[in-house]
């Protein structure tokens, strides 16, 4: 398994990977590692495994006297792959990261504690928030502020970010690297979308801002599915997770829109949505050219339903 070496550009630009390192996230509130994922894990050279270690939300008023802090915490039920690197990984909403002063201490503990139990001596930590316009200074000041608390129980360590499409034209964040998620990149909630989890017109306008990024970055795409249900005059109703589709309850009306009659209760509109590998060979290849250089890929994430989806052969060449 090779290992990515960062090597700095001799005009002292942009830090570029030597090697890549075939990476995936682990996006599930408990962590049982099946066959079919350790063999994913193996046949794909896996270097790197970003593990959502838990969220960072505001607490509901009868859970606790804290208004914000770590909710859906990960439970790990059997051993971590060995010889891959585990990133811990947190989520933080947008309302949360406006109040950081008040858990941040806590919130060092909390990821040392995990990392403690589960025997984790990360080299990396990654955060990731949906930041706008309107919270950008509190998360580039969380991160400065985090990183010298953390400090304090891992002395080396790096941090990274997610970046979502609509932050590649602001600053960077004061991070060692970033990672920039190429999915939900439409409105999941308007009837006319036709994919909101990866639509390459909805991610051409921002690779403008690629080449000029100052932050080195790896690339994230997606290999789950889910359908979006809307009552019959197409306003959304809810998010599947489990898509549930069935051809004696559903009619197709158009490649991946069915109208479904519920053995007991309404008849809804499902559009389902799963990205073919040749869209995500598109994506990749239209990220990297505007970026100018191969990239790390990571996978959006591990789950031996969404894996089965795709060939032995597609996965690799999505990850060559």
């Not at 005059?233 to 519920?262: A, G, T, V």
């Not at 990749?284 to 959006?300: E, F, T």
Request: net charge negative.
């Amino acid at each position: 398994m090779a290992a990515a070496a960062l090597v700095m550009a001799s005009c002292g630009g942009k830090v570029e990977y030597a090697d890549t390192v075939n990476g995936v996230y682990h996006w599930k509130s408990s962590f049982w590692f099946k066959k079919d994922e350790q063999a994913f894990m193996s046949e794909n050279k896996i270097g790197k495994m970003y593990l959502h270690f838990f969220d960072v939300d505001k607490y509901d008023y009868e859970e606790t006297d804290e208004k914000f802090g770590p909710k859906s915490t990960l439970d790990i039920n059997n051993d971590l792959p060995d010889s891959v690197e585990i990133v811990p990984t947190i989520f933080i909403t947008p309302s949360a990261i406006k109040n950081y002063r008040e858990y941040y201490k806590f919130l060092a503990r909390r990821i040392y504690a995990m990392c403690d139990s589960y025997d984790i001596t990360p080299k990396e930590i990654q955060f990731d928030c949906d930041w706008t316009t309107s919270t950008r200074d509190s998360f580039y000041c969380f991160l400065k502020t985090i990183r010298g608390e953390l400090g304090n129980y891992f002395p080396k360590i790096r941090l990274s970010s997610t970046i979502r499409l609509h932050q590649l034209s602001q600053t960077p964040p004061p991070v060692e690297e970033g990672v920039l998620m190429c999915y939900n990149t439409g409105d999941f909630k308007d009837f006319d979308t036709k994919n909101s989890i990866l639509d390459i017109k909805d991610v051409k306008p921002y690779m403008k801002y690629l080449k000029s990024y100052d932050l080195p970055l790896s690339l994230a795409l997606p290999i789950y599915e889910w359908d979006v249900e809307f009552d019959t005059n197409r306003n959304f109703i809810e998010l599947d997770n489990y898509c549930y589709i069935s051809e004696n309850y559903s009619k197709k009306i158009d490649s991946n829109l069915f109208l479904y009659h519920y053995e007991f209760g309404p008849t809804v509109y499902v559009r389902h949505e799963h990205v073919a590998a040749a869209t995500l060979l598109e994506a990749k290849d239209m990220v990297q050219k505007a970026y100018g250089k191969k990239m790390n890929i990571i996978l959006y994430h591990l789950d031996e339903r969404h894996l089965k989806k795709y060939t032995k052969n597609e996965i690799e060449e999505i990850y060559r």
